[in-house]
């Protein structure tokens, strides 16, 4: 049982490439979170979905698209990635009231 | 708009010593609320959860946290702490109405021996 796993775990970028980072899970969760976590602020949402071909908004959504066009699999897009976007990323599934998570993806852009 | 405040970015302990970490939120109803911990480099693991009922809950690893709706506040306690409890710990509260999982700053959690 794998969970939640998300690709890749590491990644350097150059300021204006694009890239996408997958995040897929096994447990057949409607609701899946994308975060970023950055020193000093905590986890921050940057888009959600309730449901497969459904996305929302969260805090900091400037910078990234998303798409959930299967249900098992939530994909985060840069297209034009800036220094201020390295961070550490996690992926979240949820089943009525408990969230499980990725292990994480840190992506520098320098 | 929801909001949650974790007051306290650093803690110190000695091991054997007792824990309160804070967590305050801002909403329109009762949120469900829960507590993470991450460990250096690691995922988030799930230490407990309330929604209803029994305002004193009790998670993993010996931890319990108390849910008082007066002050808003959600607080996780340990009696004894142990050396293996150095980690971070996030409180987030789940807004149902909107399906979004706010998380606070975190509390960074150091144990001295």
């Known amino acids: 049982n794998a969970g939640v796993t998300q690709t890749p775990k590491f990644r350097v970028l150059k300021t204006g490439q694009s890239m996408t980072l997958l995040c897929a ?29 459904t996305t929302a908004k969260g805090e900091v959504p400037d910078g990234y698209n998303v798409s959930r066009l299967k249900k098992q699999n939530f994909l985060l897009g840069l297209e034009s990635a800036a220094p201020s976007q390295t961070s550490v990323y996690f992926c979240a599934s949820r089943e009525n009231t408990e969230a499980f998570f990725g292990q994480g993806t840190r992506l520098t852009v320098v | 708009a929801q909001s949650v405040t974790q007051p306290d970015i650093h803690i110190t302990v000695s091991e054997g010593a007792s824990l309160e970490l804070r967590c305050n939120y801002s909403y329109g109803a009762t949120p469900y609320l829960f507590w993470y911990v991450q460990s250096p480099g690691q995922g988030l693991q799930l230490l407990l959860k309330y929604f209803s009922g029994d305002t004193l ?7 319990e946290a108390e849910f008082k709706r007066s002050q808003s506040s959600f607080n996780l306690r340990k009696p004894s702490v ?22 606070g700053t975190g509390t960074r959690l150091q144990v001295f021996p």
């Not at chain 1, 994308?34 to 497969?52: A, C, F, K, N, T």
């Not at chain 2, 142990?82 to 149902?96: I, M, N, Q, T, V």
Request: proline share 3%.
């Open chain 1, 25 to 53: 899970q096994d447990m057949n969760h409607e609701y899946m979170y994308w975060y970023r976590q950055d020193p000093g602020m905590g986890l921050r949402l940057i888009h959600y979905s309730v449901g497969e071909g």
């Open chain 2, 57 to 63: 809950v009790q998670g993993i690893k010996g931890f």
């Open chain 2, 82 to 103: 142990h050396w293996s409890d150095a980690a971070e710990y996030f409180c987030a509260p789940w807004d149902y109405n909107t399906d979004k999982l706010i998380f």
